[in-house]
């Protein structure tokens, strides 16, 4: 059974740092890229990065790209997400999900982990 | 960017049809992916490659893209379908994925 334990979301100040974690099982980690998904209060989803299997390709949403840094240690099946310089607005519930085949769909997902940020 | 257009909300009644449409600048040339999300709860991949269904995912949910619009529909709606449901489509020129902003299917 393939799972997805998202960790690490917390309150923190604008401007401030946060580091996430997803632990993988039940799956070969290190064949399948990885993402990050988020959703904003009363909003809808929104994607927010990819990692490759062998972290070869990152990419970002506008939204976070030179803000956040995502990376994987496929020797722990674990995946990251470095949230620097954060504002109001980063303020969502994110999801680790790891994708499909294809790498361009959203194939099992995390239980998400909340993030704050306000003063 | 790209950019998928859903409508806000769809009502139908048990045992109906339900027809959820996502639209995009030719929508027909991508693959097209649809979630389902309940409140407090992770999102659940329920058609990908707009028409394949993950195992698990009942008949009663099917998927299509063509003429501009890609369609999820829902035979026999039940209460427990009711949720939030969001498109997605890989945007080839800039290596995103992209959300539509999601329909609320209330069953009534």
């Known amino acids: 059974e393939v799972l997805l334990v998202d960790s690490g979301g917390n309150v923190v100040k604008p401007g401030g740092s946060l580091r996430l974690s997803c632990e993988a099982s039940g799956f070969t980690f290190n064949s399948f890229g990885m993402n990050w998904v988020r959703q904003a209060p009363g909003r809808g989803l929104e994607w927010v990065s990819y990692i490759s299997a062998m972290s070869t390709y990152m990419y970002y949403a506008d939204s976070v790209k030179g803000r956040f840094t995502i990376s994987r240690d496929n020797a722990k099946n674990s995946l990251y997400l470095q949230m620097d310089s954060l504002r109001a607005e980063d303020t969502a519930v994110y999801y680790c999900?790891?994708?499909?085949?294809?790498?361009?769909?959203?194939?099992?997902w995390g239980q998400g982990t909340p993030v704050t940020v306000s003063s | 960017s790209y950019v998928l257009t859903q409508p806000p909300s769809v009502s139908v009644a048990p045992g109906q049809t339900a027809r959820l449409t996502c639209g995009g600048k030719n929508i027909e040339s991508k693959s097209v992916h649809w979630y389902q999300k309940k409140p407090d709860q992770a999102p659940v991949l329920v058609v990908y490659?707009?028409?394949a269904r993950p195992s698990g995912i009942p008949e009663r949910l099917s998927g299509s893209n063509a003429g501009s619009t890609a369609t999820l529909t829902i035979t026999r709606v039940e209460a427990g379908d009711e949720a939030d449901y969001y498109c997605?489509?890989?945007?080839?020129?800039?290596?995103?994925?992209?959300f539509g902003g999601g329909t609320k299917l209330t069953v009534v």
């Open positions: 490659d707009d028409s």
């Open positions: 999900a790891r994708s499909g085949d294809s790498a361009y769909f959203f194939e099992y």
């Open positions: 997605q489509v890989w945007d080839n020129n800039n290596d995103q994925r992209v």
